[in-house]
């Protein structure tokens, strides 16, 4: 997640619904080829050594994401194919800005996070 320079570290631990926050560095894209540099494929065959095999292919796994703005409606947020939600998961769908926003099988879970004063769905240009 990319937080705004005028919050701090500390101002998001304080939260009561925040667990813990680990700060990240940017990165720059070194390749379009990730499969290859992660070493989960070789000329398009998932390695029997790959951790993606190990991890039987992200079955019945969550992935927590602290997002800026989502955009349901867009193509990468699709849960075409997606088997059902996994039966351990207690979340929930908010919404805060007045959006018509629905949770799918690919988007679990929504919440209004008020540290924010304006989010992109707001109409400001990012």
Not at 25 to 53: C, V
């Amino acid at each position: 997640m990319v937080l705004p320079r005028s919050w701090t570290k500390g101002k998001l631990c304080k939260r009561s619904d925040v667990i813990s926050v680990f700060p990240n560095k940017p990165r720059k894209l070194h390749t379009t080829h990730s499969w290859e540099i992660l070493r989960l494929k070789r000329d398009g065959i998932i390695l029997s050594e790959a951790i993606w095999k190990k991890a039987r292919f992200g079955k019945d796994t969550i992935i927590g994401n602290l997002d800026t703005g989502v955009w349901p409606e867009s193509r990468s947020f699709s849960d075409e194919g997606y088997g059902p939600v996994p039966s351990r998961w207690r979340g929930v769908c908010q919404n805060g800005n007045g959006d018509e926003f629905h949770c799918s099988r690919s988007i679990l879970y929504t919440a209004p996070l008020s540290l924010y004063t304006h989010m992109p769905r707001q109409g400001l240009n990012y």
